[in-house]
């Protein structure tokens, strides 16, 4: 708006910056009032990105807190099914060592039965082997006790009782073998009785020279004094029986053999 100059240059100059001052006035008023306009036209907009900025913050921390809860129910899972297997593992655990326990528990008592077996194994077999032993050097000694007394026995002869004599050469023999003996003892009574023969005997030894499951084989050796018309003094001599013995049969003698005096003797028994 043109303001009409009535004084100087200077008061129109200043009219003319009002209109100016007054012109700017009226654009911002005209700004202000577009604004106003288009907040009108949109009242939405801002509603709704109030609503956004109101939103926002809570939904945001409702997710995270959601999922943080979700991410804390999972963990919480995970960790009741670890502790659950865990403690089912430990379980186990603890029923296998148990179990490998009782399992090497078991196996120690076994091994120690068996060694106990084995060792009662070895006791007894060494039990029998030492009745074993025992038993066969008593036969031994036996069988050679009975050859020396019986060696004794026939060495020993006097002419004034030829039946004693026959009765100890007989002594302990086998039927058959008693028979045999008293058919030489009668042929013997011819010589002793001319000969006046007397005889004393000494054991010396004897010796088991094998044993057939229970049937020995002996040797013994007879020290004797022999006298008769020939030698008055008497004759030392060294007599030498080998016999079978059969322990099996009571100890009888079923053989004899090799009956010899020794030098300057006659055989006894024939």
């Given amino acids: ?12 100059e200043v009219l003319d910056d009002e209109v100016t001052d007054d012109e700017v006035t009226d654009d911002e008023v005209t700004g202000d009032e577009t604004t106003e306009g288009a907040a009108r036209e949109n009242p939405a907009t801002d509603d709704s990105t109030a609503d956004d900025l109101a939103t926002d913050g809570p939904e945001e921390s409702c997710e995270s807190s959601a999922t943080v809860h979700g991410d804390t129910g999972e963990t919480a899972e995970n960790v009741a099914r670890k502790r659950l ?7 186990r655990g603890a029923r296998r060592s148990i179990s490998v326990r009782a ?11 068996a060694m106990i077996a084995v060792l009662g194994w070895k006791v007894h077999s060494q039990s029998d082997e030492l009745a074993a032993q025992r038993a066969d050097a008593d036969g ?24 004693a004599w026959t009765g100890r050469l007989t002594k ?5 073998l008693s028979n045999r003996l008293r ?23 004897a010796k088991v020279l094998s044993d057939n499951n229970g049937v020995y084989q002996v ?32 100890w009888q003698i079923t053989e004899i053999s090799g009956i010899g005096p020794a030098q300057g003797t006659t055989p006894a028994g024939g």
């Avoid at 708006?1 to 200077?10: E, L, S, Y």
């Avoid at 040797?219 to 007599?239: E, H, P, R």
Wanted: net charge neutral.
């Fill in 85 to 91: 297997f865990t403690r089912d593992r430990r379980r």
């Fill in 1 to 12: 708006m043109t303001a009409i100059k009535t004084t100087g240059t200077g008061n129109a």
């Fill in 183 to 205: 058919q030489a003892a009668d042929s013997m009574q011819q010589m002793t009785v001319p000969m006046q023969w007397t005889s004393t005997a000494q054991p010396i030894t």
């Fill in 140 to 163: 031994r000694q036996h069988a050679e006790q009975v050859a020396l007394d019986y060696s004794v026995g026939a060495a020993q002869m006097d002419y004034r009782d030829e039946n």
């Fill in 103 to 113: 399992l090497v528990a078991s196996l120690l008592v076994i091994a120690a039965l």
């Fill in 219 to 250: 040797v013994c050796f007879v020290n004797v004094l022999t006298k008769n018309v020939q030698a008055t003094d008497g004759i030392q001599s060294t007599a030498t029986y080998r016999m079978t013995i059969n322990s099996n049969d009571n």
């Fill in 172 to 176: 302990g023999t086998s039927p058959d």
